[in-house]
């Protein structure tokens, strides 16, 4: 499966952003969908991720603040980011892996990444 990532750009501290990813290749419905960032100088980091049975999880970091979501039909995960800080700034990567039930199994898939820039 490929990922195409988008929606990234600045914004100012309070702002909101809506990432998209777009999988092609493959249908996304046996695969978990999630996100995960990096900022410059740190190791790339979970942000939130939702299964194939629509359980979601969030990085302590960003719940409450974030929110994904995924349309299967449209094969398509987003990332809707509320109140967003200086601190979330890093280029934010889409991620899939094959998944049946609460087993993840096979590879990783990576998207290209967007960049997300909060000024304060």
């Known amino acids: 499966v490929q990922l195409q990532a988008s929606g990234g750009g600045l914004v100012q501290a309070g702002g909101s952003l809506r990432l998209s990813c777009a999988a092609s290749g493959d249908t996304v419905d046996n695969y978990m969908l999630g996100w995960y960032r990096q900022a410059p100088g740190n190791q790339r980091e979970f942000v939130a991720r939702?299964?194939?049975?629509?359980?979601?999880d969030y990085a302590d970091s960003v719940k409450s603040r974030f929110a994904i979501s995924r349309d299967n039909a449209k094969s398509t995960v987003d990332l809707q980011m509320n109140n967003l800080a200086p601190e979330d700034t890093a280029i934010y990567y889409c991620?899939?892996?094959?998944?049946?039930?609460?087993?993840?199994?096979?590879?990783?898939?990576w998207g290209q990444g967007t960049q997300v820039t909060v000024s304060s």
């Open positions: 939702i299964m194939t049975y629509g359980r979601t």
């Open positions: 991620l899939a892996r094959r998944g049946r039930g609460t087993i993840l199994y096979g590879p990783d898939y």
